[in-house]
């Protein structure tokens, strides 16, 4: 079987392309940012909802059944992460999905953007050959090449499973205080 990976921006180029979507108006261009700043999946970034964020304790708890590996992960909030949900609370209503789709006249209730929001805007910015998926590569190649992070802080913020069972068997904290300290890292490389 082969493997195809997602299309990825490398490391060093993250903060220009950060900046220029720093300039994008819109919903797509702030949930582009939330799923770069927290490295997660993107299925799980479009149906952030605001119930799931801790401001006080900036942390987001992905619910168990909207992650991969089906067990309930947080993710710890930088600055910059938080800026990002300052940005849409000036603009939609603080419940529901964090990134609702408009409203229509055809549907009344809230629906999540679409990744086909992100990837269209990823097409006019002149990056149609990423997808919004493989900055989770962007991110894993910045912290094991240019950070002194353990790899396990670095797995653990990626939300991987640890493949040694007998490992994965002891290996029950988050790590999030660690963690905390690499996404503040990541959030002050993506804005340069």
């Known amino acids: ?8 921006l490398p490391w060093r180029e ?3 392309f950060m900046a ?22 993107t299925e799980e970034g479009l149906k952030a909802r605001w119930e799931e964020i801790d401001l006080e304790r900036a942390v987001w708890t992905v619910p168990a059944n909207r992650m991969k590996a089906k067990k309930e992960h947080l993710i710890p ?12 609370r000036a603009v939609v209503e603080p419940v529901g999905y964090v990134f609702p ?3 229509n006249k055809n549907s009344l209730l809230e629906q999540p953007l679409s ?20 900055f989770r590569s962007s ?4 912290a094991g090449e240019s950070t002194s992070h353990p790899r396990e802080v670095i797995e653990h913020a990626m939300a991987h499973q640890l493949q040694d069972k007998a490992e994965a068997a002891y290996a029950r904290g988050t790590l999030l205080e660690r963690r905390r ?7 002050r490389h993506c804005s340069g």
């Open 1 to 8: 079987m082969v493997v195809k990976h997602h299309a990825a």
């Open 14 to 16: 993250i903060a220009a």
């Open 20 to 41: 220029e979507l720093r300039q994008k108006p819109g919903m797509a261009a702030l949930l582009t940012e939330w799923i770069i700043l927290t490295n997660c999946r």
């Open 77 to 88: 909030l930088s600055q910059h992460a938080l800026s990002v949900l300052h940005k849409v």
């Open 101 to 103: 789709k408009p409203p």
């Open 115 to 134: 990744n086909a929001a992100c990837m269209a805007l990823l097409k006019r910015m002149g990056y149609a050959d990423l997808t919004v998926h493989g």
């Open 139 to 142: 991110f894993r190649d910045w």
């Open 181 to 187: 300290v690499l996404m503040a890292n990541w959030g």
